[in-house]
């Protein structure tokens, strides 16, 4: 009955305190759980097409043999690659955030897929000092509606196409509402000098762009 009610209207299941992102909550909206802050959907909402639009955008297939997420939310981006697109693809996940790990552990069960490993970790300092490659990036990294600045600096992004593999991707997410134009003029800039062919989608869902970037 909740379920079928909150297709009319979205209601709250549980909140969380977290001392990164603050106030969390576990919401069902359209019939689904799904994991918001006060002013954007993390994991299971429009997160979730955003980011399965531009795996779509890549082609993304069996040849995806290993995976970097940074920025975890509720894990959505894991029940996409598997159920969605059939993957088994190792997916190392990344997040700072502890209490978001616990929610998706516990609220979104992402420990039943295999072949994962969940990290908790700044994305800067894991970038740094990993010693991994990988077939695709995928960067989507929000405090609130906000990315931090040390994940647009050039150092960071250098540091994202030095652990691709050949032919490797990255998908990299931004919020039009939050993101300077300025900004994501210097994100592009910095992929092309590093020679990756760039394309953005934009308005994804009215609200995203997503940087598109491929080594060649």
Do not use: W
Not at 8 to 23: A, D, E, R, T, V
Not at 142 to 151: D, Q, V
Not at 164 to 183: C, D, F, V
């Amino acid at each position: 009955m909740k379920k079928l009610f909150s297709h009319i209207l979205p209601f709250s299941l549980k909140k969380y305190n977290s001392k990164i992102n603050g106030l969390l909550e576990i919401n069902y909206n359209a019939g689904k759980k799904v994991l918001d802050t006060n002013n954007s959907n993390y994991s299971y909402g429009s997160l979730q097409t955003i980011l399965h639009k531009g795996l779509e955008e890549i082609k993304f297939n069996d040849d995806t043999k290993n995976i970097l997420v940074l920025g975890l939310g509720g894990g959505s981006i894991i029940e996409t690659i598997r159920d969605h697109f059939k993957s088994k693809a190792f997916i190392e996940l990344v997040d700072i955030d502890d209490t978001i790990i616990t929610i998706a552990k516990e609220e979104f069960e992402i420990e039943r897929f295999n072949n994962i490993n969940i990290i908790c970790d700044d994305a800067a300092d894991y970038i740094k000092k990993c010693s991994k490659t990988f077939d695709l990036i995928i960067v989507d990294i929000f405090i609130g509606a906000t990315i931090p600045e040390i994940f647009t600096e050039t150092k960071f992004l250098i540091n994202l196409v030095n652990h691709l593999n050949p032919s490797g991707k990255i998908i990299y997410n931004t919020m039009r509402q939050t993101m300077p134009a300025e900004t994501l003029n210097g994100i592009k800039k910095t992929f092309y000098e590093k020679d990756l062919k760039i394309k953005v989608l934009e308005k994804v869902e009215g609200s995203n762009d997503l940087v598109i970037a491929e080594l060649t």
